[in-house]
């Protein structure tokens, strides 16, 4: 099983809504690996994104906390905001700019 930063159904529903938008005569069986390829490189992108903007230092504290196992959602939260990310905002940025590379620009 992977780790998504957001969780797969969201993913999922995003995907499944651009899949019905750029493929609307094929049935969803035919595109499941289309599904699940752009599943992966959505969180990916987001995950970039989220972790690409942080300095090294950052990223030793938040490796930490992964390998404290934390498992305390505000104890994140308050990382990125001491970070200066705002995790909402950067997520639906990334998904806006998936949906219209994904759909070809104009069409998003």
Do not use: C, H, W
């Not at 993913?11 to 599943?39: F, M, T, W």
């Not at 300095?55 to 196992?69: G, K, P, S, V, W």
């Not at 200066?84 to 998904?95: P, S, T």
């Amino acid at each position: 099983m992977e780790n998504y930063l957001i969780g797969r159904d969201t993913l999922g529903k995003l995907v499944d809504q651009l899949i019905a938008q750029k493929y609307p005569n094929q049935s969803p069986d035919s595109l499941n690996e289309i599904r699940e390829d752009n599943i992966r490189k959505l969180d990916d992108q987001i995950s970039e994104a989220i972790f690409g903007g942080l300095n090294d230092e950052q990223l030793d504290e938040i490796n930490a906390m992964f390998d404290r196992e934390e498992n305390n959602p505000s104890a994140f939260q308050i990382f990125f905001k001491n970070a200066g990310i705002d995790l909402e905002q950067v997520i639906k940025d990334e998904m806006s700019k998936f949906s219209q590379e994904f759909l070809g620009g104009e069409n998003a």
